[in-house]
């Protein structure tokens, strides 16, 4: 069992930056794959991001429209995962979803098992 409880997200205007925190609690957090995945209204799900176990030598993968702009990273030692947003646009608008999976970082968020209750980030055009 994993509990995931996301924070960090807010207003901002574009080309500001945030950072959006995870925290886990749960007895084998260090061996779950974490992802971000984003939704905003009337749209589909989105996958975001992904990181493997590993904290150091983990497997990452991006979605498109973020590549190069974001970072997944995390810290196993505090339960915690990271998502470092930097030059944010309008379509980067929306719901962002922690989710862990005991699978590799895959981008289909059905294989995600856990999901915290999401945090909302708005960048202003």
């Known amino acids: 069992q994993v509990q995931l409880v996301e924070s960090g997200g807010g207003l901002v205007q574009v080309g500001d930056s945030l950072r959006l925190s995870c925290a886990a609690s749960?007895?084998?957090?260090?061996?779950?794959?974490m992802g971000w995945f984003r939704q905003a209204p009337g749209k589909e799900r989105e996958f975001v991001a992904a990181?493997?176990?590993?904290?150091?030598?983990?497997?990452?993968a991006y979605g498109g429209s973020v590549k190069g702009r974001f970072t997944i990273s995390r810290d196993n030692a505090k339960n915690t995962v990271y998502l470092q947003m930097n030059n944010l646009k309008p379509e980067d608008t929306a719901v962002y979803y922690c989710?862990?999976?005991?699978?590799?970082?895959?981008?289909?968020?059905?294989?995600?098992?856990?999901w915290g209750q999401g945090t909302q980030v708005t960048v202003s055009s």
């Open positions: 989710a862990a999976s005991q699978g590799g970082p895959g981008t289909n968020y059905r294989m995600y098992a856990y």
């Open positions: 990181r493997s176990a590993s904290a150091s030598d983990g497997i990452t």
């Open positions: 749960g007895r084998t957090f260090s061996s779950y794959t």
